[in-house]
């Protein structure tokens, strides 16, 4: 089995343009993560999935940023007029459900950079 | 909201030092996991512990859960080359899915 894959891994865009990145998460996994990591940072939790219940956009930073999943399949993170500040690296994070002792197993990312 | 925070941030050991990482929650967590992250990679789940005072090991790490469970620690004995990355606690309040990552300390190895 496959682990979580992201595309692209990196990705190079004007202020102003908009972006869409993809995750891939561990098959039969029902949760999924969306995170951003900054150079030299933390993760900042931005918004998780769980099968077909409402998502939590409570980490989303601002109406810029949204995020879909179809099912328990891929998702994909649009962040749209991209600012400088949006740079980082998004990561995607998959666990087997949102269940407390559940691990999450992250993709490699995708680094944006906004120009 | 609830706040994770780690000290130090950064620490620079020899090689064959100890390492100790501390992790403090502003709320009491169900349970806390601990990731390492490489220079250049991707967060890797470490362990989790969820009992108040918990105590585990994974040959030269040391994971502690507090009594009050607000607080953790991860302990390296000996360090090594290989144990360079950043070290993340993530917790969890009551039966909330979301985690809150610490905010990291990278750890350096030198010969």
């Known amino acids: 089995g496959a682990g979580v894959s992201q595309s692209p891994s990196n990705k190079v865009t004007e202020k102003g343009k908009d972006v869409e990145l993809r995750c891939d998460p561990i098959?039969?996994?029902?949760?999924l993560y969306w995170y951003r990591q900054r150079l030299g940072q933390g993760l900042e939790f931005l918004i998780y999935?769980?099968?077909?219940?409402?998502?939590?956009k409570s980490g989303l930073p601002s109406d810029r940023f949204s995020a879909e999943r179809t099912g328990e399949s891929v998702s994909t993170l649009t962040i749209q007029r991209t600012q400088q500040e949006d740079s980082a690296v998004y990561l995607c994070?998959?666990?087997?459900?949102?269940?407390?002792?559940?691990?999450?197993?992250f993709g490699p990312g995708t680094r944006l950079t906004v120009t | 909201g609830q706040q994770v925070m780690q000290i130090p941030q950064y620490q620079h050991v020899q090689e064959g030092e100890d390492f100790t990482t501390y992790c403090n929650s502003s709320?009491?967590?169900?349970?806390i996991q601990w990731y390492k992250q490489r220079p250049g990679g991707h967060p890797v789940f470490l362990i989790q512990?969820?009992?108040?005072?918990e105590v585990k090991k994974q040959k030269r790490l040391t994971f502690q859960f507090g009594e009050a469970k607000k607080n953790s620690s991860l302990h390296i004995t000996a360090t090594q080359t290989t144990d360079v990355g950043t070290y993340f606690c993530?917790?969890?309040?009551?039966?909330?899915?979301?985690?809150?990552f610490g905010t990291g300390t990278r750890l350096q190895v030198t010969l």
């Open positions: 994070a998959s666990s087997l459900g949102t269940d407390r002792t559940y691990e999450q197993y």
């Open positions: 098959s039969g996994h029902t949760a």
């Open positions: 999935f769980q099968g077909n219940s409402a998502p939590d």
């Open positions: 709320t009491t967590l169900s349970n």
């Open positions: 512990l969820v009992k108040s005072g």
């Open positions: 993530a917790g969890r309040t009551g039966t909330a899915s979301k985690l809150t």
